[in-house]
């Protein structure tokens, strides 16, 4: 697949992080100690897509221990996201609001235990591992945003898209564009840098235009690419939130010209970002110990995400119909809700041409 596609303009460097083979080991533990994946079939989609390689692309100045616990969020998150975009639930809003009522009382500190005879959920069980070791040596505005920015993605994703899903509903570029930060988590992982690089930014920093520009941009680089990639994935399951797939819908353009038109809107923002970046750099010499590394996050997840999204099985694989049958590779005790499996995916042929 990845021949096929249009270049997308990248002009950062490529790295990675020396602590990936440690952080590889550390999430096969991790997943097994959760719960999170046990099942042989998923096990294995699991480890083929790399999610330790992933992490030390988007964070190659991490120290090991940082590595680890951001290469847990991505896969608590890809997990997540998998049994929403993939599965019966993601069609199914209604079904899974106790779960993520479970998530919002971890967030907020007044999750209960399971009742007597119940197990919690797999990703709440997780989360809340994750909670403790990320939020309390942090600062209260760091917590609260990133806080916020979770629950965001949560019910944007369980609400909006899966409302979308059910009611046959095709939103707008200008709508998707806006909602697909939050579907992406995208902000989650933006605000980790502050903790992988040890920096405290101010309320005052994250209120400023410019700034406000250079992230926006930054995540919709990230987003937009994931879309270019994961597009022929998503038109197999019969996905329609996809940059690609709407861009088709409503300007009527054939798969090329869409998948260039798309790329051609990444060159864009990233330029838009180099903009932002050079105005914050130059308005605010006195934060450059904290500016650049921030904006250095931002540079290393356009970079991985690409590097990582040209390499994995998950959005380039020899043989889309893979995923035709999520039932192979979901694991209903993530969310703890009977997901009869998934929702039927649409032929290919069929998807390629909705």
Same mark, same amino acid.
Request: charge should be negative; aromatic fraction near 10%.
């Given at each position: 697949?990845?021949?096929?596609?249009?270049?997308?303009? +990248?002009?950062?460097?490529?790295?990675?992080?020396?602590?990936?083979?440690?952080? $590889?080991?550390?999430?096969?533990?991790? !997943?097994?100690?959760?719960?999170?994946?046990?099942? *042989?079939?998923?096990?294995?989609?699991? *480890?083929?897509?790399?999610?330790?390689?992933?992490?030390?692309?988007?964070?190659?100045?991490?120290? /090991?221990? %940082?590595?680890?616990?951001?290469?847990? =969020?991505?896969? =608590?998150?890809?997990?997540?996201?998998?049994?929403?975009?993939?599965?019966?639930?993601? $069609?199914?809003?209604?079904?899974?609001? @106790?779960?993520?009522?479970?998530?919002?009382? &971890?967030?907020?500190?007044?999750?209960?235990?399971? =009742?007597?005879? #119940?197990?919690?959920?797999?990703?709440?069980?997780?989360?809340?591992?994750?909670?403790?070791?990320?939020?309390?040596?942090?600062?209260?505005? =760091?917590? !609260?945003?990133?806080?916020?920015?979770?629950?965001?993605?949560?019910?944007?994703?369980?609400?909006?898209?899966?409302?979308?899903?059910?009611?046959?509903?095709?939103?707008?570029?200008?709508?998707?564009? /806006?909602?697909?930060?939050?579907?992406?988590?995208?902000? &989650?992982?933006?605000?980790?840098?502050?903790?992988?690089?040890?920096?405290?930014?101010?309320?005052?920093?994250?209120?400023?235009?410019?700034?406000?520009?250079?992230?926006?941009?930054? +995540?919709?680089?990230?987003?937009?690419?994931? @879309?270019?990639?994961?597009?022929?994935?998503?038109?197999?399951?019969?996905?329609?939130?996809?940059?690609?797939?709407?861009?088709?819908?409503?300007?009527?353009?054939?798969? $090329?010209?869409?998948?260039?038109?798309? +790329?051609?809107?990444?060159?864009? *923002?990233?330029?838009?970002?180099?903009?932002?970046?050079? #105005?914050?750099?130059?308005?605010?010499?006195?934060?450059?110990?904290?500016?650049?590394?921030?904006?250095?996050?931002?540079?290393?997840?356009?970079?991985?995400?690409?590097?990582?999204?040209?390499?994995?099985?998950?959005?380039?694989?020899?043989?889309?119909?893979?995923?035709?049958?999520?039932?192979?590779?979901?694991?209903?005790?993530?969310?703890? &809700?009977?997901?009869? %499996?998934?929702?039927?995916?649409?032929?290919?042929? *069929?998807? $390629?041409?909705?």
């Amino acid at each position: 697949m990845e021949s096929e596609l249009p270049d997308i303009y +990248c002009p950062f460097p490529q790295r990675s992080n020396p602590h990936v083979g440690h952080t $590889r080991e550390h999430l096969t533990t991790w !997943t097994r100690q959760t719960g999170l994946v046990h099942r *042989e079939s998923a096990r294995d989609r699991f *480890e083929q897509a790399d999610f330790g390689a992933f992490v030390g692309m988007v964070y190659p100045t991490a120290n /090991a221990e %940082h590595l680890d616990l951001v290469a847990d =969020w991505f896969v =608590w998150l890809f997990l997540v996201d998998d049994q929403l975009d993939d599965g019966h639930l993601g $069609r199914s809003p209604e079904r899974i609001q @106790d779960v993520v009522a479970r998530m919002r009382a &971890v967030v907020e500190g007044t999750v209960p235990g399971p =009742w007597p005879g #119940e197990e919690l959920p797999t990703a709440v069980v997780a989360l809340a591992d994750l909670w403790e070791r990320t939020v309390p040596r942090a600062a209260p505005h =760091w917590r !609260t945003r990133f806080a916020w920015h979770l629950m965001t993605y949560l019910t944007t994703a369980t609400t909006w898209e899966a409302g979308n899903r059910a009611d046959d509903v095709v939103p707008s570029e200008a709508t998707y564009i /806006a909602k697909r930060r939050h579907t992406g988590a995208i902000h &989650v992982c933006m605000d980790l840098i502050e903790i992988v690089a040890g920096i405290e930014a101010p309320e005052s920093l994250h209120n400023d235009p410019r700034f406000i520009t250079a992230l926006e941009a930054s +995540c919709n680089v990230v987003c937009w690419a994931n @879309d270019v990639y994961s597009f022929e994935k998503e038109q197999v399951l019969g996905e329609i939130h996809n940059l690609v797939h709407l861009v088709r819908h409503h300007r009527g353009y054939g798969e $090329r010209q869409a998948l260039e038109h798309v +790329c051609a809107e990444i060159a864009a *923002e990233t330029e838009r970002f180099l903009g932002a970046e050079a #105005e914050l750099l130059g308005t605010y010499p006195q934060l450059s110990g904290m500016l650049a590394p921030y904006l250095d996050g931002m540079r290393s997840w356009m970079r991985g995400n690409l590097d990582w999204s040209r390499q994995t099985p998950r959005y380039n694989p020899a043989d889309v119909s893979q995923y035709a049958q999520p039932g192979e590779y979901l694991e209903e005790t993530v969310l703890g &809700v009977a997901a009869e %499996h998934a929702a039927p995916a649409k032929d290919p042929a *069929e998807a $390629r041409r909705s």
